[in-house]
């Protein structure tokens, strides 16, 4: 460090230069006030969808980056997030719905990457199925929310479907389904190691898209392939409340609304469960795990117990976004839980960083972003150049993925907001193993790397 | 001395003629046992079950509906098994040499059924494709597709797998997968681009009809008719003949011998001369090859591709080589010949066991599933597993 000091005006040092002027005493919430200001009213100005609003929307998301990484009081953060995704961005919504919708599902993609964060960045089991989780909870209320549980229970016909008061309680049946899923899958499998649990969960992915593909005989389940349709929707209790205040929103825009902020809360409520659990005796238990089994059951870590309790924690966020999924979509079909959709997931999560919360949130907004505004921005720009449609890039979401994928994995393995531990981790392996020791048994790469996780952890 | 040195030479010919055949041919012999085992065992236990429920069904009888699709259903075992096997075999050498699990070998085999689609039609633009001799024809695509697909398979290695030789076991893997989903949609642009379009119909030269080779008869005046279809014959055969080359080149020349030792010991390998690098690319180059021939059989067979069609086969290739026991060339044929045979039998009998009630193509797939989980679960070294010690 001293001796880049010693080195005269280069940009970096200006930039420190800067960097530390514009972080000295109210300077920094001015900025940031000023930036969160001007964006939002820009965006409100002229909410009509266009790429000038996709760029601000996008900056809009960036102030909560922001927010995070400027090292600002806790109390302003939280008045400043409270203001912009309670407020603002309800607002804005009800102006041009089809942000709200981008919104909401960067909400609920956030809950599945935190969910398979849990499983794969935090205990370090490859889940390549994890979208067969967000099914079981999907299919629950779409199943028990329509006529399609008659053909189950013939005897209690008559009650089905059931009111939208039960969606409240299937929020928590798919809790609870989901992670008795994820055991039920996690029993078996956890003796295997790591390469054989990814293809296992792979495999139990299709299982489950097979069935929900084929149990529409003897019995229909499911509906097969045609899947089910208008799927209830929870009850609008503050419809009442919001015409008396005389806001002139109609049902579907309370819907959106509803939503919006009915993943928001699952969101924070989610961050703050995973926070929790990753700096407690069950979170050190699991980065055990991740680095070195064999030192964790020497330690007194109860192996099976807790590889469990990760698959199940990270299958009933699953469950429980299921559930919100389906009635938010009103129709769900097998294809919707392919293997693409697992796969995005995961690259939200290799994207952000494997075991960082910051980073899983981050991840799925960007892969979100992409997949539903990126994209189709450019094919809409690109269809204007006269572009042959084989080259469409909303169809090419499989080679971008692949491509992220193994670009992520072999220049920035750590992610883009890296979990402390395995920054750390991983540049130690650099340092310690150069690239042209690639001959190197990975038995003899583990010796050198060993010592340095002890020291950090 | 002279003499003395003649009589070693002479020593070292006969016996490497005697291990030759051994090597080379031991292996098919273990897969023709598996064979006449599943055959036998799964023949009998339809029979069996047909005998049981003969009397629950009124509008067939259920014996003689058994029976009749019974060597139909042997043959596709056999189609299957091969397929199966050949896939397996570029996952359980890559397995064995490096301890990874090459998810985009999937993608591998199905360039090679792209490259014979490819390929015909190439001849047919010529107007050469309806006179040109099927089994030259079939030379030709399969030498193509090894080709293309070991050279894929070993830009794979370079570009997707090397970088992230020293990472977590995870990392690599998640390359993988990348590569897989990158080369599915890579195949698709092609595909699109050259106007093959995304279902692509694989025009071969004329095969000429099925191949009677018995009738049976059986109750009464039906006959159950013993017939092969001569693209299922070529399958089998041309799978056979790689199996042999395999064997021949694992297990008898200096190259395989390199090979089992970098499976064996990568460090010390490489202390011995062995370029290390060098061996695990060639590697990939054979895996590949296997699968891209595989490839162009399966198109040359089943008529129908499309990009995507890589994943279901692959994913059950790999079942397969952890059923024979992964990192073991002999124990990925015999695992991909029972994995093929039990998925014939469900996919042909469960619908007419149970009336129709579940599609037993669909749950081929479950029952595939349902094996490597059991596999792994109580026998995680596979059928062939205390043969393990010795990789590829």
């Known amino acids: ?457 | 001395m002279a003499v003395g040195v003649d009589a070693d030479k002479k020593i070292k010919v006969q016996r490497s003629v005697g291990m030759i055949l051994k090597e080379v041919f031991g292996p098919l012999l273990q897969i023709l046992i598996y064979i006449l085992i599943c055959t036998v065992s799964l023949s009998l236990f339809v029979v069996l079950v047909a005998l049981l429920l003969r009397g629950s069904r009124e509008d067939i009888d259920l014996l003689q509906s058994t029976l009749i699709i019974l060597p139909q259903v042997i043959v596709d075992g056999l189609v299957r098994g091969f397929l199966f096997a050949t896939i397996a075999l570029g996952y359980t050498m890559v397995y064995g040499v490096l301890e990874f699990i090459n998810f985009a070998h999937g993608e591998i085999f199905m360039v090679g059924a792209f490259v014979v689609a490819g390929f015909a039609v190439g001849l047919a633009s010529l107007g050469w494709l309806e006179g040109f001799p099927p089994l030259l024809f079939v030379l030709f695509a399969v030498l193509l597709g090894m080709a293309v697909s070991g050279l894929l398979a070993m830009a794979t290695e370079r570009l997707a797998y090397r970088p992230v030789r020293g990472a977590p076991r995870l990392v690599a893997l998640i390359s993988a997968i990348g590569a897989s989903l990158f080369l599915q949609d890579f195949m698709r642009m092609i595909a699109l681009a050259t106007g093959l379009g995304f279902n692509v119909r694989v025009q071969t030269p004329d095969f000429g009809d099925p191949l009677q080779i018995a009738e049976i008869p059986i109750v009464g005046e039906r006959l159950a008719v013993v017939s092969i279809d001569s693209r299922a014959l070529i399958f089998i055969v041309s799978a056979t003949i790689m199996l042999i080359g395999l064997n021949y080149l694992v297990n008898v020349t200096k190259l395989g011998k390199a090979i089992r030792a970098v499976a064996q010991d990568r460090p010390t390998a490489s202390l011995m001369g062995i370029n290390v690098n060098r061996i695990i690319a060639l590697t990939f180059l054979i895996g590949g090859a296997l699968g891209g021939a595989a490839g162009v059989l399966f198109g040359i067979r089943f008529g129908t591709i499309n990009p995507y069609i890589g994943f279901l086969p692959g994913l059950k290739a790999f079942t397969a080589a952890v059923l024979g026991g992964i990192g073991n060339i002999t124990g990925a044929m015999v695992g991909g010949i029972v994995l093929g045979f039990l998925e014939a039998f469900v996919a042909s009998y469960l619908s007419l066991f149970t009336e129709g009630a579940f599609a037993g193509a669909n749950y081929a797939d479950i029952a595939a599933f349902s094996i490597l989980i059991f596999i792994l679960i109580f026998r995680p070294s596979g059928l062939l597993g205390e043969a393990t010690t010795q990789k590829v």
């Open chain 1, 1 to 457: 460090m001293a001796r880049t000091d010693t080195q005269p005006s280069n940009p970096e040092g200006f930039l420190n230069m800067l960097r530390a002027e514009a972080g000295r005493g109210m300077i920094p919430y001015l900025l940031v006030t000023a930036y969160a200001l001007i964006v939002t009213t820009l965006l409100l100005i002229d909410p009509a969808t266009s790429l000038r609003t996709d760029i601000l929307f996008v900056l809009f998301l960036g102030v909560m980056l922001t927010l995070y990484k400027v090292p600002l009081a806790a109390g302003y953060k939280l008045v400043m997030a409270i203001a912009l995704l309670g407020i603002a961005m309800p607002y804005f919504g009800t102006l041009n719905p089809f942000y709200m919708d981008v919104a909401t599902q960067v909400g609920m993609f956030v809950v599945l990457a935190l969910g398979l964060n849990i499983v794969v960045g935090m205990a370090g089991l490859l889940d390549l199925g994890y979208v067969a989780f967000y099914a079981v909870g999907a299919y629950l209320w779409a199943i028990f929310s329509t006529d399609q549980a008659a053909n189950i229970i013939p005897r209690l016909a008559d009650s089905f479907p059931l009111a939208p008061e039960w969606f409240f309680i299937f929020l928590f049946l798919g809790l609870i389904v989901g992670g008795f899923t994820g055991v039920l899958l996690g029993l078996p499998v956890l003796r295997l190691r790591g390469d054989y649990l990814a293809i296992v969960t792979l495999g139990f992915g299709e299982v489950i898209r097979v069935l929900a593909t084929n149990l529409d005989r003897p019995v229909n389940i499911t509906n097969g392939a045609q899947g089910i349709k208008s799927i209830g929707r929870p009850p609008l209790f503050f419809e009442p409340w919001v015409q008396a205040l005389g806001v002139p929103l109609d049902r579907s825009q309370l819907y959106q609304l509803y939503f919006y902020f009915l993943v928001l809360v699952v969101v924070v409520v989610m961050i703050v469960v995973v926070y929790r659990l990753n700096n407690s005796r069950i979170g050190r238990a699991w980065a055990s795990i991740r680095e070195d089994e064999t030192a964790a059951i020497a330690m007194g870590v109860p192996l099976v117990r807790m590889k469990l309790l990760a698959f199940a924690v990270g299958a009933s966020f699953a469950g429980t976004m299921g559930v919100i999924f389906a009635s938010k979509q009103l129709f769900i079909n097998p294809p919707t839980f392919d293997l693409i959709r697992s796969i995005n997931i995961l690259a939200m999560v290799i994207l952000g960083g494997m075991g960082s919360i910051p980073g899983a949130v981050l991840g799925a907004t960007l892969v979100t972003l992409l997949n539903l505004q990126l994209l189709p921005r450019v094919a809409r720009e690109l269809s204007v150049l006269d572009v042959p449609s084989w080259l469409d890039p909303t169809q090419y979401q499989r080679m971008l993925f692949g491509m992220l994928l193994i670009l992520m994995t072999v220049f920035r393995p750590e992610g883009l907001l890296p979990e402390d531990r395995r920054r750390q981790e991983l540049h130690g392996q650099d340092e310690s193993a150069m690239p042209d020791t690639l001959l190197e048994s990975e038995q003899q790469q583990a010796d050198v790397t060993e010592p340095d996780v002890d020291i950090q952890t």
